[in-house]
Nanobody, 118 residues
Framework: QVQLVESGGGLVQAGDSLRLSCAAS????????MAWFRQAPGKEREIVAS????????YYADSVKGRFAISRDNAKNTVYLQMNSLKPEDTAVYYC???????????WGQGTQVTVSS
């Protein structure tokens, strides 16, 4: 089973950048799709970005396109989320998750808080 630990969150001002990291343990990381989700207070969890095991395919929510970039280093068992031009509406707890072959997600991390002040 893959265990995921997120880091890199914090309190920043609008327009600033942050890079989130998700360190994974387990043998299946390198063959799994990985994704970042976020959940703001009072809102449902939503997918932010995903990346295929080979990094050949990525997906971004419309709300973050052009500002966020997902990447991974399979040698380090780590997936990243570079977040630029942050907005107050990006404030949320960010989670990474491992994708399954059937399109679901398993093995969620504990989350890292990102707070963007205006």
């Amino acid at each position: 089973q893959v265990q995921l630990v997120e880091s890199g969150g914090g309190l920043v001002q609008a327009g600033d950048s942050l890079r989130l990291s998700c360190a994974a343990s387990g043998r299946t990381f390198g063959t799994s799709l990985m994704a970042w989700f976020r959940q703001a207070p009072g809102k449902e969890r939503e997918i932010v970005a995903s990346i295929s095991w080979s990094s050949s395919r990525t997906y971004y929510a419309d709300s973050v396109k052009g500002r966020f970039a997902i990447s991974r280093d399979n040698a380090k068992n780590t997936v990243y989320l570079q977040m630029n031009s942050l907005k107050p509406e990006d404030t949320a707890v960010y989670y990474c998750a491992q994708g399954t072959a059937t399109g679901g997600y398993i093995n969620w991390g504990q989350g890292t808080q990102v707070t963007v002040s205006s």
